[in-house]
DNA sequence: GAGGGTCAAGTCCGT
DNA sequence: ACGGACTTGACCCTC
């Protein structure tokens, strides 16, 4: 716990836009891929990671200072996974054991740590599809933990992790997977301490309902997605629910991140924008539940935002949409005028 | 410079 | 069993 938690905050997730839309290549992340790395000599792919190093992680130094600038309330991001590309992939993964790599990332990204505590932004990571830790092979699963340990050297190096969400920090995954809730416990056991500490656990569409994830109520942290519990149980839930308030418990005492998101307003024409969307209805009508999964550019509905907003007492927001953080600013003002 | 194809990885759903 | 969605643009290559 730190002296911000008072702050009720709504962030935004991976990319930082102007007021165009248009991604600022100074705020935002540079990439490669495999296949082109492997086209090129040594030398040159060694080059362009690291170049790509650099780019990245002062990029992330600059988003954060741009972050840091705005309102308290708005002072809360998720860092993309891209920040450190190929780290996980075996033929490229020695070049991020290198020295004078992990020397630059200690250096640089302690700054960035540093920044972000003094201008109290609060940071998370979300490893993505790819991070299965409980599936039910094992080999998936030892590479989905090298891949959450990857997220956890990141926020290492920043400074976060000796303790419990320090400064609310957070690397959130899915419960995706055939093993289940009692694979998290497992795979907790073969985790670094500082991941142990960072970790939290996220109810998804298809699969791990909030009743799911409550089983680990007890290990780990756990983040509520409205829109998820949305598309899995067509239903809306109350912020006095007793499910609800385990999740905050889940947190100890460190204010939780609730994750909110709703369906795309392309999906949705001739929606009103004051009605709260019933899934069933929609399905009805012949709307596809993997469709209505898929993230709107805004927050185009007032009544959903009504409703996310009314766990704000209670939870950070971390606003999902295409929109970025023009989705979360906007939703902020719409907040402020209420 | 524009346009189109490519991209490390897993899981689930529909057919 | 297999293809596609999910997401998701950014980057790379060709023209």
């Known amino acids: ?9 709504i962030g935004f997730c991976c990319k930082y836009l102007d007021s165009n839309g248009e991604t600022v290549p100074d705020k935002n992340y540079r990439g490669t891929t495999v296949a082109w790395l492997n086209r090129q000599s040594k030398d040159v792919a ?5 170049d790509i190093m650099e780019h990245n992680v002062h990029a992330t130094f600059r988003v954060v200072t ?3 600038s705005m309102e308290p309330s708005l002072r809360m991001m998720r860092l993309g996974s891209d ?24 250096r640089e990204l302690a700054k960035v740590g540093e920044l972000a505590r003094k201008l109290d932004v609060r940071l998370s990571f979300h490893p993505g599809q790819y991070c299965v830790l409980v599936s039910a092979s094992d080999d998936i699963v030892t590479r989905s933990i090298d891949e959450f340990e990857y997220h956890v050297d990141m926020a290492r190096w920043m400074g976060y992790g000796t303790t419990w969400h320090d400064h609310g920090f957070k690397i959130n995954v899915h419960l995706s997977g055939r093993r289940g809730a009692d694979g998290i416990i497992h795979a907790l056991g073969r985790m670094s301490t500082e991941a142990r500490n960072l970790i939290t656990i996220e109810n998804d569409e298809m699969t791990a309902g909030i009743d799911n994830i409550l089983a ?6 756990l983040v509520l997605d409205l829109h998820h519990h949305w598309v899995h149980s067509a239903s809306y839930l109350d912020t006095q629910d007793d ?13 939780p991140t609730l994750h909110y998101s709703v369906s795309r307003e392309d999906l949705l024409i001739g929606h009103p924008t004051d009605t709260l969307p019933n899934r069933e209805l929609l399905k009805s009508q012949g709307h596809k539940i993997q469709k209505l999964r898929a993230h709107s550019d805004m927050m185009w509905n007032t009544a959903v935002n009504d409703y996310a ?10 606003v999902e949409a295409k929109h970025k953080n023009l989705a979360s600013t906007a939703l902020y003002r719409y907040y402020t005028n209420l």
């Open 1 to 9: 716990m730190t002296a911000n938690t008072a702050i009720k905050r």
């Open 66 to 68: 741009e972050v840091g």
């Open 243 to 255: 499910r609800v308030q385990r999740i905050v418990n889940s947190w100890r005492g460190t204010r």
């Open 83 to 106: 920040m450190l590309p190929v780290y996980t992939e075996p033929t490229w993964s020695y070049f991020w054991r290198r020295a004078d790599v992990i020397a630059f990332l200690e």
């Open 216 to 221: 680990l109520e007890n290990h780990v942290a």
């Open 46 to 50: 060694e080059q362009r990671l690291w």
């Open 309 to 318: 907003l009314s766990f704000l007492p209670q939870f950070d927001i971390q």
